[in-house]
């Protein structure tokens, strides 16, 4: 399964290398005159996606314990870049750097990712959407097996598969399966999620989450979690209910805040 993820993956992303050559030796400014009045007819809630900049500071609630997270975003072009830091007060804190390269064209979105963590871990992955209205989801991520504190909690070691359809430029709802595929623990996170723009101004994100394998103590776990992401122009909040995080015995309690600039 590994091996055909991979083969697909790569395909493509040579397809999207060639469109992109392609892309890049065509004229696109009346392309772009074109879509400014489109950009403006839109409502801010919609355009908000389009800011250069976020920063997020998340706290993760544990017994006895309490972590943060601060994570600031920027793209540049094509390429986004960010640089964060998990603190945990007694004392495996981490920095990480990132960069992705954000590539879409027509049917195509294409999404892979680099990043780096102050203990030496390493993790990649490649994304992937293939459809307009209706589409499939594909992913494959990766890591050198280091520890890596991330604002996603979902196995990385892992091949991604699902599928969404999109009401408008949006509202959607998609779903997909995250299960490891390297370290034989059958651990599966499966999510339903939908988004809803609820007017001009505010958005709203359901994320529904059932994940089984085996944890820690080598119990196999069934358990459900849920999330939800609010968005407004220049801001927005989160909050997760994640039992058995990471498949550990713990629960674990997710906030966040941030802005977009």
């Avoid at 493509?12 to 030796?25: D, I, R, T, Y």
């Avoid at 250069?52 to 390429?79: E, M, P």
């Avoid at 949006?170 to 809803?196: A, K, P």
Wanted: net charge neutral.
């Amino acid at each position: 399964m590994l091996n055909v993820v991979r083969l697909i993956l790569s395909i493509v992303c040579w397809n999207a290398l060639h469109l992109a050559s392609v892309n890049a030796q065509q004229p696109r400014q009346e392309e772009q005159q074109t879509r400014a009045p489109e950009q403006q007819a839109r409502p801010p809630i919609e355009r908000a996606d389009e800011l250069k900049s976020k920063v997020t500071f998340a706290v993760y609630f544990l017994r006895g314990d309490q972590n943060y997270d601060l994570n600031l975003r920027h793209q540049f072009g094509h390429i986004v870049a960010w640089a964060a830091g998990f603190v945990d007060p007694k004392g495996d804190s981490q920095g990480r750097l990132g960069a992705e390269y954000d590539f879409q064209r027509k049917w195509l979105l294409l999404i892979p990712t680099f990043e780096v963590g102050t203990n030496g871990a390493l993790a990649g992955s490649v994304y992937a959407e293939l459809g307009t209205t209706n589409y499939a989801i594909v992913g494959w991520s990766e890591t050198n097996l280091k520890p890596f504190n991330d604002l996603f909690f979902d196995p990385t070691e892992s091949v991604q598969l699902g599928v969404g359809h999109k009401f408008n430029s949006y509202d959607r709802v998609y779903g997909y399966s995250i299960f490891d595929v390297r370290l034989g623990t059958r651990q599966q996170n499966t999510h339903l999620l939908w988004r809803h723009r609820l007017n001009q101004n505010n958005g709203i994100t359901f994320d529904a989450l059932f994940k089984s394998g085996c944890g820690d103590d080598h119990r196999y776990i069934h358990s459900f979690g849920v999330g939800v992401y609010y968005d407004r122009p220049r801001w927005f909040w989160k909050a997760y209910y994640d039992p058995h995080v990471n498949f550990s015995s713990g629960t674990m309690v997710r906030t966040g805040i941030g802005l977009k600039f």
